[in-house]
């Protein structure tokens, strides 16, 4: 199939006006295809600016589900070619389409799909899935994994119970775990994370408001959270 790739970039320029050149590569990352780079002039003007563009690719091959197909990723590159030098950042990003109808059916990339999930928590100490370290201890309650890596680990022992979706229950954790269900093709529900504690006070609602696009902002490249 072709599809449209939107990037939208957000650049912070600390100096006055300027134009620059920007490439925006998209390669295949977990299979053998064809790059697309598209290359664009751009102004950047003192202070905050954001950049919206479009860009076609041609026999586009979709993210699936690891019981529906094979979860095909794609890095996304922005480089800006800058006076200073090259300034990159780099996405790793997929094509699908996932659809929930009014009945509570699904759908993924357009064929019906039968959701089996599990909630998932990967220890009842958040702050230790900051530290590789703790993983990688034998004698850590869920340590012992190669190199530390329990969230493929654990990843894999959901694929190996049948099921296709893990639920992010109330709590936003490290973006290795995400890409390990990229890269698996396991689907995420991933929570909203203030719960339990809500009230109608407009200081809440801020923060909530703040929370949830600090969250979304950081996590809506992933394909598998759906």
């Keep these: ?24 590569h998209c390669t ?3 299979f053998e295809g064809q790059a697309t780079i598209s290359k664009f002039d751009i102004s950047l003007p003192p202070g905050k600016s954001i950049h ?6 041609t ?16 890095t996304v590159t922005a480089d800006l070619d800058l006076e200073e030098g090259q300034v990159f950042t780099s996405s790793l990003f997929g094509f699908r ?6 009945d509570f059916h699904w759908e993924s990339n357009g ?26 201890n034998r004698l850590h309650p869920f340590g012992g994994g190669p190199g530390g890596d329990f969230y493929t680990r654990d990843v894999a022992l959901a694929r190996q119970a049948n099921l296709n979706l893990l639920r992010v229950h109330a709590h936003v954790i490290p973006q290795e775990f995400h890409e390990a269900c990229d890269r698996a093709g396991l689907l995420v529900w991933q929570d909203f994370p203030l719960q ?11 923060e909530a408001e703040h929370q949830m696009e600090a969250m979304v902002t950081t996590l809506y490249n992933h394909p598998a959270i759906i």
């Design 52 to 57: 919206t563009l479009q860009l076609p690719i």
């Design 59 to 74: 026999s586009v091959k979709r993210w699936q589900p690891w019981d529906r197909g094979s979860p095909h990723l794609y």
């Design 28 to 30: 295949p990352d977990n």
């Design 1 to 24: 199939i072709n599809a449209i790739l939107y990037v939208e970039l957000t650049i912070f320029n600390r100096v006055e006006n300027r134009s620059t050149n920007l490439e925006i």
């Design 97 to 102: 389409t996932v659809k929930v109808n009014d």
């Design 196 to 206: 339990w504690g809500y009230s109608d006070d407009a200081s809440f609602h801020v």
């Design 111 to 136: 064929h019906p799909y039968f959701v089996r999930g599990s909630n998932y928590l990967p220890s009842q100490w958040l702050s230790e899935t900051l530290f590789p370290e703790a993983a990688s």
